[in-house]
């Protein structure tokens, strides 16, 4: 069993930027692969960033892009996401996700078997 507990979240003026951390508890971070995702009020769950159980390998999503960069340290247990630039289009609450994956990394949240209880992300015009 993975815990997963996200931090970070808050009110930021567009242009603004944060950071998200998730802190795993449990089994062995390392082994993991970890993905953040993002929920809208009235819209579904999307694909933020992945990261690789190394964290050698990263994916980011095109509206993310170049704004949005996802970390990992294992000896720490925890996973980052830092946001900078932020749209009021980033408003949304954030999740923080985990997959046993050997190799590669993970985009699909029907794929990870843990998630954290996310945090809220509000950017004002």
């Known amino acids: 069993q993975v815990h997963l507990v996200e931090s970070g979240g808050g009110l930021v003026q567009a242009g603004g930027s944060l950071r998200l951390s998730c802190a795993a508890s449990g089994r062995t971070f390392s082994g993991y692969a970890m993905g953040w995702f993002r929920q809208a009020p009235g819209k579904g769950r999307e694909n933020v960033a992945a990261i690789d159980w190394s964290g050698g390998a990263t994916y980011h999503a095109d509206y993310v892009k170049g704004r949005f960069t996802i970390s990992k340290d294992n000896a720490k247990n925890t996973v980052y996401l830092q946001m900078n630039s932020l749209k009021p289009e980033d408003t949304a609450v954030h999740y923080c996700?985990?997959?046993?994956?050997?190799?590669?990394?993970?985009?699909?949240?029907?794929?990870?078997?843990?998630w954290g209880q996310g945090t809220q992300v509000a950017v004002s015009s």
């Open positions: 996700a985990a997959v046993r994956l050997r190799v590669g990394v993970s985009v699909s949240g029907s794929d990870f078997d843990y």
